[in-house]
C-alpha cells in the first residue's frame, strides 16, 4: 500500500479551515439539499419576489416537502434532525433571503415548537403534521406596539368566560400573520380566573375565527418577501381546549424564541456569505485603473476581514450548536451568538455594497437586499442592546434592565 | 420485483486528480469520497419505477468499496433506496474492470435480481465497460446508454442513445440497463429522507460471503495500466470579433457549417 504524506487542506475563500468538515455525514447532506433547493427555486426569483414584496405561498408545501418544516422536532411528521442539522439549514436558506429563512424559523420554532412543547396530544396531532408538510402555514404573537423588548407587559388579555376563553387586544410585526392558518398567541389571563390566572398564556387560534382578523403592514423596505402583520382579537372567542396546557408563564414564549434566535445566529452567516462572495467574485472581474480592483491593498482587506469574521461566525455557530444538541445550552449562549454573527453579518454586507460600488443598490446583486433585511434581523428577536444586556448580566450578576 | 443498482464511489468530482507514480493509481485519500455522479441517475431511474410500479417493488443498492465508504452510500438509502450491499474486501482492493464486474456479478446473482441498473461510466476511471461486463457475467441482456425507460410488467422498452440519434429496443427481464444523464434529474434527498436512511441496512460482506469464487484484486488483474501521461494542454481557442450579436452568430455559425457541424 502507498503512503501519502498529509498535505494541507486545499483553500476555499469560502472556507478557509475547512469547518464544514466538522458536520456530520448527514448534516452535509442536509446542506447540499438545502443548497440545491434555494439554488433551483428561490435565487432566480428573489429578486423579483422581494421588488415586489410577495411571499409565494406555494413554497410552504415545497419547503414541506423537503422536510424543512420542524424539521429539528421528532414525530408527528417531522424529520427529527440535530439542532446543528436545523441551523445549516437555516444558513442555506439565508444566503438566499432573510425572508425566507424567517418564514421556516415562524413555522418550525415559533408555531409548531409551542405546540410541539407545550401542546396537548389533541392540539399536536391536529396541527404538527399538516405544518410539517407546509399545509398549514403558522405565526406567532407574542410582540405587541407598544411592548417588543419588554413583552411581559402585553396588553392582550384573555378573559374566562364559562368553559371559553375570550381574546382582546392586538398583536403586531408578526412574521407570516396574513398567509397563516394558524395563530400561537399569548395573552394574559385574568387575575381573578381562578388556578394559574394572571399567567401569560399560549392559545392556539385558528384563521377564521370570530374576532380574529389580520392586517399587513405595508411600504417595509425589508424583508419583503415576507409577510409582516397585525393580528387583531375583538371578542375572539375560543374553547378551552386552544390553550396550551403545558406551560403558564413568560418562559413559554421566551423558550421559542430561543429556538428561533438559535436557527439566525446561523442564518445571518449565510446572508454575510452571499454578500462576501458576490464581492470577492465582482471585485476580481471589475477593472479600474486598468487592473482588477482586487489588486488594490484596500479591497483585499476588506475581503480578508470579511473572512475572518465569517469564519470565526462559524466557530460560534458550531459551537453553539453542538451546546444545543448536547442539551447544555443556555439562552446566554443564544444571545452570544445572535448578538455577535448578526451584528457582523450586518457590517460585512456594508463592506461587500462598497466593493460593489454603484451595482451593489442594485437588485442584480444580492447585496443591498440582505442589508436591507439585516436591519431587521439586528433587532427582531432580541435587539443587539437586549442580547447585550443579558451578557451584561450573566458577566456581573447584575441586571441593567427589568 | 427486485431492482438493484450499482454504483461506484469516486473523489470529489471537483478536486483536482493525482497519481500515485509508484502504483499508478488514483491517489484516493486526502479527497472527499463522493457517489459517482453518474450513478445517481441509475438511482433515479429505479426511483421512479417503483414509484410506477409500487407493490412490492425494492431498490437495493450493489457497491464494491471499501466499508469507510459507508456513509457515501447512505446518500443513496437517503434518497429513496431501500437498503444496502456492500462487498468489503482488502482482497479487492486493486481490482479491474474484469474483477469488478465478476464480483459484483456474483453478488447480485446470489442475491437475486429482476432489473440491474448502472451509471454509464465513473468520473475516476471513465472506461465505461462496467455495465456490458456485467451484464455478460449476469447472463441476460445489456441495454446500455438507455435515455428513456419503461417498464410493463416483464416488458421492458428502451430508447439506447447512439452517435446517430436512438434506437428503439425492447426485452424481457431480467435484463440489465446503464442509463445516461439525459434519462431524468436525480432528486435530491428530503430531509426525512436523509434521517430516515439512518436505519435502513447496508449489508456488509466479505468477496466469500458474496459468493465471489475466483481471486479479483490486483494480483488477479488482466489489465495493467504500463504508462501515464498528462494530456496536452488544450490549444487556444478561435476567437471572432463582431460589431454586434447577429454579425458575431452569423460568423460562428459560418464556422460550424464549414466543418460540417451544423
Known amino acids: 500500500m502507498s503512503t501519502t504524506l498529509p498535505r494541507p487542506t486545499k483553500l476555499d475563500p469560502l472556507d478557509m479551515l475547512d469547518l464544514d468538515a466538522d458536520f456530520t455525514s448527514d448534516e452535509r447532506l442536509i446542506r447540499d439539499t438545502v443548497r440545491d433547493f434555494t439554488r433551483r427555486r428561490i435565487l432566480p426569483n428573489i429578486a423579483d419576489w422581494f421588488e415586489r414584496g410577495v411571499f409565494p405561498k406555494e413554497l410552504a408545501l415545497e419547503l414541506g416537502e423537503l422536510g424543512l418544516l420542524g424539521m429539528h422536532l421528532d414525530g408527528y411528521g417531522c424529520a427529527g434532525t440535530s439542532g446543528t442539522a436545523y441551523g445549516i439549514a437555516c444558513r442555506e436558506l439565508e444566503a438566499a433571503d432573510s425572508g425566507l429563512r424567517s418564514f421556516v424559523s415562524v413555522q418550525g420554532s415559533l408555531a409548531m415548537f409551542p405546540i410541539h412543547a407545550y401542546g396537548s396530544e389533541e392540539q399536536k396531532r391536529e396541527w404538527l403534521p399538516r405544518m410539517a408538510r407546509g399545509e398549514a402555514i403558522g405565526c406567532f404573537g407574542l410582540t405587541e406596539y407598544d411592548h417588543g423588548s419588554d413583552p411581559s407587559g402585553m396588553r392582550t388579555v384573555a378573559r374566562r368566560d364559562g368553559g371559553d376563553y375570550v381574546l382582546d387586544g392586538s398583536k403586531a410585526w408578526i412574521t407570516n400573520g396574513g398567509v397563516a392558518d394558524v395563530a400561537v398567541v399569548w395573552a394574559r389571563t385574568n387575575p381573578d380566573d381562578g388556578p394559574k390566572s394572571g399567567a401569560v398564556r399560549g392559545f392556539v387560534v385558528p384563521a377564521g375565527t370570530k374576532g380574529f382578523s389580520t392586517k399587513n403592514i405595508e411600504r417595509k423596505i425589508s424583508l419583503r418577501a415576507s409577510v409582516t402583520s397585525e393580528l387583531l382579537f375583538e371578542n375572539c372567542r375560543v374553547p378551552a381546549s386552544a390553550i396550551l396546557p403545558g406551560v403558564a408563564s413568560m418562559r413559554g414564549p421566551l423558550s421559542c424564541l430561543s429556538e428561533a434566535r438559535y436557527g439566525i445566529l446561523w442564518g445571518a452567516l449565510g446572508a454575510a456569505r452571499a454578500c462576501y462572495e458576490a464581492a470577492l467574485e465582482y471585485a476580481k472581474t471589475r477593472v479600474q485603473f486598468d487592473k482588477p480592483i482586487a489588486s488594490f491593498q484596500l479591497t483585499q482587506q476588506k475581503l480578508v476581514d470579511m473572512m475572518l469574521e465569517l469564519q470565526k461566525g462559524q466557530l460560534l455557530a458550531t459551537a453553539i450548536g453542538r451546546l444545543k444538541d448536547a442539551g447544555t445550552i443556555a439562552p446566554q449562549h443564544v444571545s452570544m451568538g445572535k448578538l455577535n454573527n448578526v451584528r457582523e453579518a450586518l457590517a460585512i454586507c456594508r463592506e461587500a455594497r462598497t466593493i460593489l460600488g454603484a451595482s451593489g443598490i442594485t437588485l442584480e446583486y444580492p447585496v443591498i437586499r440582505h442589508m436591507n433585511n439585516l436591519e431587521s434581523v439586528l433587532t427582531y428577536e432580541g435587539t443587539s442592546e437586549v442580547h447585550t444586556l443579558i451578557l451584561g448580566q450573566a458577566l456581573t450578576g447584575i441586571g441593567a434592565f427589568s | ?262
Open chain 2, 1 to 262: 420485483m427486485k431492482i438493484l443498482v450499482t454504483v461506484k464511489l469516486v473523489p470529489d468530482t471537483t478536486a483536482e486528480k493525482r497519481i500515485d507514480p509508484s502504483t499508478k493509481r488514483l491517489v484516493r485519500t486526502g479527497v472527499e469520497t463522493v457517489l459517482n455522479p453518474f450513478d445517481e441517475y441509475a438511482i433515479e431511474a429505479a426511483l421512479q419505477l417503483k414509484e410506477k410500479a409500487g407493490g412490492d417493488t425494492t431498490v437495493t443498492i450493489v457497491t464494491l468499496a471499501p466499508e469507510s465508504g459507508k456513509e457515501i452510500v447512505r446518500k443513496a438509502l437517503a434518497m429513496g433506496a431501500d437498503d444496502a450491499l456492500m462487498i468489503s474486501d482488502p482482497a479487492a482492493e486493486g481490482s479491474d474492470v474484469w474483477g469488478t464486474a465478476y464480483a459484483l456479478a456474483q453478488a447480485i446473482k446470489k442475491n437475486g435480481f429482476d432489473l440491474v441498473i448502472a451509471g454509464t461510466q465513473s468520473t475516476d476511471s471513465t472506461t465505461g465497460e462496467l455495465p456490458g461486463a456485467l451484464a455478460e457475467y449476469l447472463g441476460v441482456p445489456g441495454v446500455t446508454y438507455v435515455r428513456k425507460l419503461d417498464l410493463d410488467g416483464t416488458a421492458l422498452k428502451a430508447e439506447r442513445e447512439t452517435d446517430t440519434g436512438y434506437a428503439k429496443v425492447s426485452t424481457d427481464l431480467p435484463a440489465l440497463v446503464s442509463v445516461t444523464k439525459s434519462i431524468n434529474e436525480p432528486r435530491y434527498p428530503s430531509l426525512k429522507g436523509i434521517m430516515g436512511a439512518k436505519k435502513k441496512t447496508i449489508a456488509v460482506q466479505t468477496l466469500a460471503d458474496a459468493g465471489v469464487d475466483k481471486p479479483i484484486g490486483s494480483d488477479a488483474a488482466r489489465t495493467e495500466v504500463t504508462n501515464l501521461e498528462t494530456p496536452p494542454a488544450r490549444g487556444k481557442g478561435q476567437i471572432f470579433e463582431a460589431a454586434d450579436a447577429v454579425a458575431g452568430a452569423t460568423k460562428i455559425v459560418e464556422f460550424l457549417r464549414e466543418r460540417k457541424l451544423v
